[in-house]
């Protein structure tokens, strides 16, 4: 059965690498960011994205996930809009990881707990 949480978040990271992918021409225009440290960071920070997003099978690469949030939002004392993208961004990731793990728990239950379970309330 696939991890719901693991969907829900590689979705997210999927969105955020685009938006991390596009901060690297707002680096350079607006924050006049040198162009090779603005593709650095903003292709990098996308590729991270991409690269965590298939790796979602262990709890560590979770924790990357919040570090990469955190990363975010950090970039919004270069480019002040990140500070709400990033929040946003910070909000999607966390809602989908903590929704995620409540719906594997609540079917672990269902299948332990056998059909008689599932159909209750």
Known sequence: MRSPRRGMCAAILSLEAITLGLTAPVLITIADVPTRTA???????????????????????????????????????????MFALGVVFATLWG???????????????????GPEDVTAG
């Not at 955190?70 to 809009?81: H, R, T």
């Not at 809602?95 to 707990?113: S, V």
């Open 39 to 81: 593709l650095g960071i903003g292709l990098g920070l996308m590729l991270a994205c991409l690269l965590l997003a298939g790796m979602l099978r262990g709890e560590w690469a979770y924790w990357l996930g919040w570090a990469i949030q955190l990363v975010a939002i950090g970039l919004g004392f270069v480019v002040p809009i």
């Open 95 to 113: 809602t989908a990881y903590f929704l995620g793990l409540k719906i594997e728990r609540e079917r672990a239950a269902a299948t332990a707990g």
